[in-house]
């Protein structure tokens, strides 16, 4: 899954951003929970990067 850029998340229509917005927590989710029961997690970056990227999108939705 390809983090987002703020330009690409301008672009993006109100729709699109909410359902990209879920499809992230559920990925986010997923991860914590690897992360919590001990298992190793493939890129340990990619959380605070998902972190990241529904900050953005939650910005960008409530700036309009």
Excluded: C, D, F, V
Excluded at 31 to 57: F, M, N
Aim: no cysteine.
């Amino acid at each position: 899954m390809p983090i987002l850029r703020a330009k690409e998340i301008a672009k993006m229509p109100e729709s699109e951003k909410r359902a990209k917005m879920l499809e992230l927590r559920k990925e986010l989710i997923k991860l914590e929970s690897q992360r919590a029961t001990g298992a190793q997690i493939t890129s340990p970056g990619k959380i605070r990067a998902i972190k990241r990227t529904i900050a953005k999108i939650l910005t960008k939705m409530e700036a309009k």
